[in-house]
Structures are given as C-alpha cells and as structure tokens.
C-alpha cells in the first residue's frame, strides 16, 4: 500500500505511515478472516481491556461480560481462518511454480529484484514489477523450469534471460473498467531508445570515437556512452550534424605557433624574419624597421616603408604580387606569432571549403589526373551535386584535391585576426632601443 502513495522520490513514505498504519488495521486480514482492529480490541471499534489480565475467581465464565464473550468467539473464528489459510497459502503458491509456456511477443512483467538500484533509492519502495515488455523466445530446457529471452530496453545494463518465476503476464485492463486512468501499454520504440542529442565525444588512442548522448522520453542526466557506428546507425541525422560541427571546430582551432630562435650571432645578419608553418610559411622583409627579438620571440614589426611576400611553399594559391603588398599592408602591426597564427588559419580554409562542399568538379592535378575539387552550385564547369562524405563512400577518397588559397581567404582570417602588440608596447619598445641599441 505504500508504493501506491508514496511520490516517485521517495521522500514522503514517513508521513504516510499513519494512514498506512489504519488502513492496514482496518481491512479484513485474509488469513484470519476479520480487521486486526476488531480482533485486538474486541469490536469494530477500538477498546482497552485492561481488567482482563487481572486475578479472577475460579467461576469466571459465569460472571464474564458480553463484550469478553465475544472476543472469544473472534479469537475460535480466527484460529479456525488460519487453519484454513495453512491448506489454501502452499495451494496458492505451488500454483505460481508450476511451469506454463510463454509463447514468444506476448508482454511480461519482470521482477524488480532482477535490476540494479539507483543511488539513494529504496528496494522496498520501488514497484515489484518493471515492464510490460515483449518475450523474444525461450532460452532453452532449464531442468528448474524454462526461462526467456525478454526483449528489455538497451539502457538498462541487465542479461535479458529471466526463469519464468521472475515472470509474469501482463494483462491490460479495460477501457471500460477503469475509463479515467492512463494506460499502461509502453510506447513503441522500435526496439531500441530514441537518441534525443549528442552532447560530448572521446577518444582513446586507436579505438573508435565515441559520443555521449540523451535519450528522447528520459530524464536529461540519463546519458550513455555509445559508438559512433550506433550513432550513425540510429539516428543518422543527429550524427551528421555533430560531426558536421566537431570538425568546423577542430578545423578552426588554431594551432600553437612554431618559432625559430635566432642566435645573437646572426641578428644583425638576420633583418628578415621567416615563420614556418607545415611546410608553408610567411615571411616579411622589412626596411627601416625597428624589430627586437627577445628570447627567439618576435615582440614587434613597426615598418616606415613596408614590403611583404608571402611565401607559401608548394600550397596551391591564386594571389598575385598586388595582392601580397595590399595584405602585407593589412598586417602592419603584427607580430611574428600574430603572422604564424594568420597562416595556419588561412591553410585550413581549403580545408573548410571541402567539407562543407555540396557540389564537386572535376579538375586535372599537377600530374594530369583527373581529381574532385569543391566549386559552387552555380558553377558552369559540369559541377556535380555530392559531398565528401558521399565521395569517400564511393571509394574515391583519394581523388578529392582542395582548392587553392585566394585572397579572400586572407581578407577573411585577417578581419577576425588582431595583433597582440598593443601602440603602447611599440613605444616602450622604441624608447628601450633608443637608450640601449638593438643588442640592448
């Protein structure tokens, strides 16, 4: 009775022990055939007999009361009730160990016994029967009796082989009998638990990544831990739109500069400065120039007359020598780690421009082979509609070939770029040289 009117937390059962207490003592006991109430005290109503412990002569019976008259008879009706109830209780029980098939995608009930508890949750307040869930099959001849395979939800970390005494069938009531209350028949699922959003992922070494996620019709702390090809799997879209986010935000994490320490040797030798970044790299030649290197650490480049190159290697690009002047204009100011961050980001923006491709086309490589490369839907060059990911399962992975680095690419990563070296460090910097030489 208790379960039925506790709150799902549990933190009500003290204050409804009173009114368990009287309506345990108030309804008819089925193995002594009256209230508890009516057989300790006498009568329906609650009385104390305290005189009936006391001496009595030995002609008792003749001057006994009606009300002890009566309690006697209830204590023969009750000892006569249980006598009955020691022949009907071993009926009642041996008839629920008797084995009866269960016919597979019927609906059980499961005894709560078999599940793991919750932190701070009671056994005893829990229901005793979790479910109705659907039978799968049988598990086999068990020489106790047969057993089955139930088709329980993936989250609840449990074998779902039960002996059929941890069963029970599921019977749904009646519209008509109870027409007011919910019913009790579990929404479809399909067989598994809805993926409501992906929250995290991780990764260990060369095992595959994982994601942690939520489930749709659970509480938002119920989360688990799942691969990725059950995520794909499950809810696709959820997967892709994750994936879609996790590598627009790996591609525009910029990564720690590379400096090179310049040895005092060579400072004067040295009035160029060159950054490498992944085989790419920037370098500004600077005249007139007050520049001081401190520790292999670039602090400032203030230029009066500003020529700068952009020297990217053997990385694909379309810029001209116009175009190298007007960014080297646009990066007045910056410091040697400011210019290395600038080109590692500008190097990812091909990058970028591939993976949220809808269409390709094809293109000739530097060796002649015919390759894909990202372009717009509007292009007029045969553009075919078709993601990287769509290539990949394709198989042809490999002929996917960037686009080249243009000067929008440079506009676009300088706009959010801002040096480090603030006007107020460029003038303590020229008082310092001023006083003590570039050598210091």
């Known amino acids: 009775m208790l379960r039925t009117l506790i709150r799902p937390d549990q933190k009500d059962w003290v204050d409804r022990l009173p009114d368990i207490e009287f309506a345990y003592n108030t309804s008819v006991h089925p193995a002594i055939g009256v209230t508890p109430f009516e ?12 005189d009936l412990f006391l001496p009595r002569p030995a002609d008792i019976d003749a001057a006994c009361s009606p009300a002890l008259w009566k309690y006697r008879e209830l204590l023969t009706q009750a000892g006569a009730n249980m006598q009955k109830a020691q022949v009907r209780m071993p009926q009642q029980a041996n008839r629920r160990c008797v084995p ?39 598990a086999g001849d068990d020489p106790d009796g047969a057993s089955f395979v139930i088709n329980i939800p993936e989250h609840l970390t449990v074998h779902p082989v039960f002996h059929a005494s941890k069963l029970a069938t599921y019977t749904p009531a009646k ?7 919910r019913s009790q028949d579990p929404p479809s699922m399909d067989g598994h638990q809805e993926v409501d959003r992906a929250i995290s992922d991780r990764k260990y070494g060369s095992k595959p990544r994982q994601y942690k996620v939520t489930f749709k019709a659970c509480d938002g702390d119920d989360t688990r831990w799942i691969s990725g090809a059950d995520l794909k799997a499950s809810a696709p879209l959820i997967y892709a739109r ?12 910029p990564a720690p500069p590379t400096r090179t320490v310049v040895p005092p040797s060579d400072r004067q030798l040295r009035p160029r400065r060159m950054v490498q970044c992944s085989g790419s790299g920037i370098g500004v030649s600077c005249t007139s120039c007050s520049c001081r290197s401190y520790w292999g650490r670039t602090v400032s480049c203030s230029c009066a007359t500003i020529y700068s190159q952009v020297h990217l290697g ?20 910056f410091s040697g780690s400011d210019i290395a961050v600038s080109v590692k980001d500008v190097l990812f923006e091909p990058v970028r421009k591939t993976q949220e491709a809808t269409h390709f086309r094809m293109v000739a490589d530097k060796d002649g082979k015919r390759k894909y490369m990202a372009c717009s839907p509007g292009d007029a060059r045969k553009a075919i509609e078709s993601t990287m990911e769509d290539l990949y399962k394709q198989g042809k992975g490999d002929l996917i070939l960037p ?27 020229e008082r310092f040289t001023k006083e003590f030489g570039e050598e210091g």
Do not use: N
Request: aromatic share 8%; glycine share 6%; charged share 30%.
């Open 39 to 50: 057989l300790h005290h006498g009568g329906r109503k609650g009385r104390i007999f305290a």
């Open 314 to 333: 053997d990385t694909p690009h379309d810029l001209t020598d116009a175009d190298f002047e007007e960014l080297a204009k646009l990066s007045e100011g």
């Open 100 to 138: 009866c098939p269960i016919p597979a995608g019927d609906l059980v009930w499961v005894s709560a016994e078999e599940f793991a508890l919750e932190q701070d949750v009671s056994r005893k307040l829990l229901p005793k029967w979790f479910g109705p869930w659907s039978v799968t099959a049988a």
């Open 242 to 253: 994750y994936e879609k986010r996790r590598l627009a935000q790996e591609a525009s994490r």
């Open 403 to 429: 686009p080249p680095i243009v000067k929008s690419d440079f506009l676009k990563v300088l706009a959010r770029q801002r040096p480090t070296v603030s006007k107020s460090d460029l003038e303590v910097h």
């Open 175 to 181: 519209s008509d009998d109870f027409p007011d209350r």
